[in-house]
């Protein structure tokens, strides 16, 4: 009994104990939570006020730079009103400067004319003088005197007019200079011609993206036909909703686009359907180059021209030099030919047709060995051309000697319209020459039925007759015509030569 209750009193003093111990931990806790906060406090009032004395300062040294800018453009501004006032002091000099120039021109204006008048009024007497005199001599009759008179005068008359003479013949030869001048400048402000930037690709628009992968076809088959077609490289990547066809050759391009264009529209587009829409769009291609041609005599008032060298002017569209389009620098140098003609009282008609004409054998140089101007004198003879014409064409780069004033004319418009700035980029040309030239090497051998230089002349693909090249021959000639590039061309980079020779059996069912 005793020692239970010993046990309970010890239980109940260790919680006295304990209780004791924790609620003393707790004071203290709160002691030092409290010091804590005082600290903390205390703490944030000197970091404001350390941030309120930083503000202070910056502001200070802020105020200090806006203030100094201030001085600095108020000084800025009082130069410039100085130097406004001394240029107003300057010019207010000048102008009494020269009022008192002017003044003393209109005086000496004034005496001069008095003085002519003074000198007049003598000339006038002493040839009254002089006609008395003559009446006086040896009791002349006023016809006698009327005649010894007109001598002396003639012979005064001669050296006169041996000065006069001379003194107008070169006035002439300055004034015709100037006149030449005048004229070709007013010629040119007249023509308001565009500056022409030929490029090598166009651009179709499709209507989805999804046509993308209709036009690339079954492991490629649709693009490799369209391009094997035409010569054209068809440049698929990742821009919305569009395609671009890439190539030199402009008429190429043209085909290719209406081709492209048709295959679109109609939906069906496989390598049978590619072939029949390049078929049409040809044939469409020679619709369009007449009706170009057409329009372009219209333009210039000319009102007849043989139909097959209408179609070769429209030709001229699709043909550049230096960058420059044949067919609106010849419309060029036409309307500039017309212009300084109608100046001169030339035939204007005709002087726009031989300008229009002067570079026409561009048009057929491509298929044709020689000169354009070579060329162009053989096809405006066969459609017996005027004479003035042909001989404007021969003579336009001085190959021969210009037989009339329109040839001269037509050479001056041909310089005019090459010469201005922008108009040709030699560039360009040297560019599109070096890829005819390669089409030139695969079209010279025999068995070569075309060729086409793609992808900006990296690639040359060789079009073959099945009939006279077989496979092996086409793997020899491929050899050759890479060690003919070789040898013959300059040129960055590497040209990969493709041979292909197609063999097609084809027969209907009835």
């Known amino acids: 009994m005793f020692a239970a209750l010993a046990m309970v009193v010890g239980i109940i003093v260790g919680y006295v104990i304990r209780k004791v111990s924790y609620e003393k931990q707790v004071a203290e806790a709160h002691n030092d939570a409290k010091g ?40 800025e501004v009082q130069r410039q009103e100085d130097r406004l006032l001394q240029r107003e002091a300057s010019l207010d000099h000048k102008d009494s400067a020269l009022e008192k120039r002017e003044n003393a021109v209109e005086r000496k204006l004034d005496q001069e004319k008095e003085q002519l008048h003074q000198s007049k009024e003598q000339a006038e007497a002493l040839i009254e003088q002089r006609k008395q005199e003559v009446e006086k001599v040896a ?12 001598s002396e005068v003639k012979e005064q008359l001669k050296t006169e007019r041996a ?41 179709v628009n499709l209507p989805n993206d999804d046509m993308k992968g ?38 190429r391009r043209e085909i290719a686009k209406i081709a492209l264009e048709k295959l679109i529209q109609d939906g069906r587009i496989h390598p049978a359907r590619i ?20 329009q372009a005599l219209f333009d210039l008032g000319i009102h007849s021209m043989h139909p097959d060298l209408i179609k070769t002017v429209g030709r001229m569209k699709y043909r550049t030099s230096y960058g ?11 309307k500039l030919a017309g212009i300084m003609a109608a100046e001169l009282g030339e035939d204007v008609t005709l002087a726009k047709r031989a300008g229009l004409l002067h570079d026409i054998g561009k048009a057929i140089d491509h298929e044709v060995d020689g000169s354009h101007v070579e060329l162009g004198v053989e096809l405006t003879r066969k459609y017996k051309e005027n ?14 000697p210009a037989n009339s004033v329109i040839a001269v004319l037509v050479q001056a418009a041909d310089a005019i ?37 793609i992808q900006a002349g990296r690639e040359l693909r060789v079009i073959v007759k099945p009939k006279k090249i077989s496979d092996l021959q086409a793997t020899t000639l491929s050899h050759d015509i890479k060690n003919k590039i070789e040898k013959q061309l300059e040129y960055p980079g590497h040209i990969k030569v493709t041979v292909i020779r197609e063999v097609r059996a084809v027969d209907y069912a009835k």
């Open 163 to 203: 000065v006069m003479i001379r003194d107008s013949e070169q006035e002439a030869e300055l004034s015709a200079e100037r006149n030449a001048k005048k004229l070709i400048v007013e010629a040119i402000q007249r023509s308001a011609a565009d500056v022409v930037s030929e490029t090598t690709v166009s651009v």
């Open 214 to 251: 209709r036009l690339i076809g079954r492991e490629g088959r649709n693009i490799r036909t369209l391009e094997t077609l035409t010569g054209i490289d068809l440049i698929i990547d990742d821009t919305p909703e569009a395609v671009v066809l890439s190539g030199f050759d402009p008429v």
């Open 387 to 400: 004479k003035v014409v042909i001989n404007t064409i021969a003579s336009h780069h001085g190959d021969v």
């Open 36 to 75: 804590i906060i005082s600290k903390a406090k205390q703490e944030a009032v000197t970091a404001k006020k350390e941030a309120i004395l930083e503000a202070k300062e910056e502001s200070h040294q802020y105020r200090e730079r806006v203030e100094d800018e201030l001085k600095q453009r108020r000084s």
């Open 324 to 334: 420059q389009n044949v067919l609106d620098h010849s419309i060029e140098v036409a």
């Open 275 to 294: 072939e029949e829409a390049v078929d049409k769009a040809r044939k469409q291609m020679d619709t369009q180059l007449r009706e170009t041609g057409e």
């Open 139 to 150: 009791q002349m009759s006023q016809e006698d005197a009327k005649q010894l008179l007109l």
């Open 417 to 453: 319209s090459g010469a201005r700035p922008g108009a040709r980029s030699e560039s360009l040309e040297q560019y599109i020459q070096r890829l005819k030239k390669l089409e030139s090497i695969a079209n010279s051998y025999d068995g070569v039925d075309h060729s086409y230089a």
